[in-house]
């Protein structure tokens, strides 16, 4: 089992930064795979980015549009995931959740195994 919580949301003006934190519970932290969706109102759900375990490599991947904004990285030490978020514009407003697997990376949520309660980043135009 793993247990996922998530920080570091908020109130930003545009073109401003967050980090979004996701601590994580369990022994077995670093072979997960650690994934950011988010979720805006009346929409879909949507894949941020994600990172492997790290014997795999700690690859990352990211959704295109997002692309040199938002950087992921994760502290096996500290059995946390982390998400930077420059250059924020009011289309990244949104309920952001981390997510974690088993597998490789994978951009469906239904393919993620344990969710976070979600963190609120709201910025302001």
């Known amino acids: 089992q793993v247990q996922l919580v998530e920080s570091g949301g908020g109130l930003v003006q545009a073109g401003g930064s967050l980090r979004l934190s996701c601590a994580a519970s369990?022994?077995?932290?670093?072979?997960?795979?650690m994934a950011w969706f988010r979720q805006a109102p009346g929409k879909e759900q949507e894949f941020v980015s994600a990172i492997t375990f790290t014997w795999s490599g700690g690859r990352t991947s990211y959704a295109d549009s997002l692309k040199g904004r938002f950087t992921i990285s994760r502290d096996n030490t500290k059995n946390t995931v982390y998400l930077q978020m420059n250059s924020l514009k009011a289309e990244d407003t949104a309920v952001y959740y981390c997510?974690?697997?088993?597998?490789?990376?994978?951009?469906?949520?239904?393919?993620?195994?344990?969710w976070g309660q979600g963190t609120q980043v709201t910025v302001s135009s």
């Open positions: 997510a974690a697997r088993s597998g490789s990376i994978h951009y469906q949520r239904s393919a993620y195994d344990y």
């Open positions: 369990g022994r077995s932290f670093s072979s997960y795979t």
